[in-house]
């Protein structure tokens, strides 16, 4: 089982290789990529060193899977490449997300549209993964109309740099800027660059646009509003969902608390309900503050948080590779 490894340095590149080890994903070779500066140099899986090569190289080897996570355009210019050579792509970046041709895969929710023929599978959005394990199971049971989504998005979803600054900024030094403004003591309404045309940022665009397809529900209505704040670790999302059918509180905490890779944190009693602080390191995703609304019928207010590098990126990766071989597309 070779398993190659683009973007091998990045911050997801880096929890890819825990998760893989984490859930011991039957790796007989690990063929890592990174920059043609990163060359040579190592990464350690398992208590082993294994040295990056170039695309090319990794190209050649003909791994049975190649987990992409370094960014749309080198997965549009080689992802085709590794497939060609018959090997199964999972690209973590948006480049794939809306092609028509291509799954967009949340295992626990759609992992059976993989064909055995489909050679690039991609990985949703952070914030979207996050999303549809909780809206999923609801569409099921009461048919939504409509989500209203506000995400408050770790720094980590930027990256390294991103990282970096917020760090410089917390210790009052002077720090190379990823965003057009500081970002401790601050909240920017800037996820992603703006589209032109909508006026939206292209995360807002995202959240709009993949559940539809991952959930296959075309007719839902769903609206974004996306929020940097100077948190290191977890993206947390308020969600306004309204359905076609009246819901009962304890059977919506009933549903959830029942769907796999979902955690309930729901009691204001005891001051109980989701936070980025508690995500980190965690695959599951939490939800809380399960209220009725009280301005319209039929609808819901909740507070959903995950992990963005974990659930959000690497471990829907890995699960979906792990799918494969379930599955038999892919065999070990």
Known sequence: MKVALVGATGMVGQIMLQVLEERNFPITELIPVASEKSIGKKVRYKNRDYAIVSMQDAVAAKAAIALFSAGGEISKEWAPAFAQQGT??????????????????VPEINADVIRKEDKIIANPNCSTIQLVMVLHPLHKKYGIKRVVVSTYQSVTGT??????????EIKGEKAEKVYPYQIFKNALPHCDSFDEETAYTKEELKLTREPKKIMQADELQITATAVRVPVQGGHSESVNIEFQHDFDLEEVRKILAETEGVIVQDNPDTNTYPMAFYSEGRDEVFVGRIRRDFSQPNTLNCWIVADNLRKGAATNAVQIAEYLLKSGIVNA
Do not use: C, F, T, Y
Not at 162 to 168: C, M, P, T, W
């Open 88 to 105: 199964i792509v999972i690209d973590n970046s948006s480049a794939w997300r809306m092609d028509a041709d291509k799954p967009l895969v």
């Open 159 to 168: 990256g390294k740099d991103a990282v970096q600054q917020l760090e410089s």
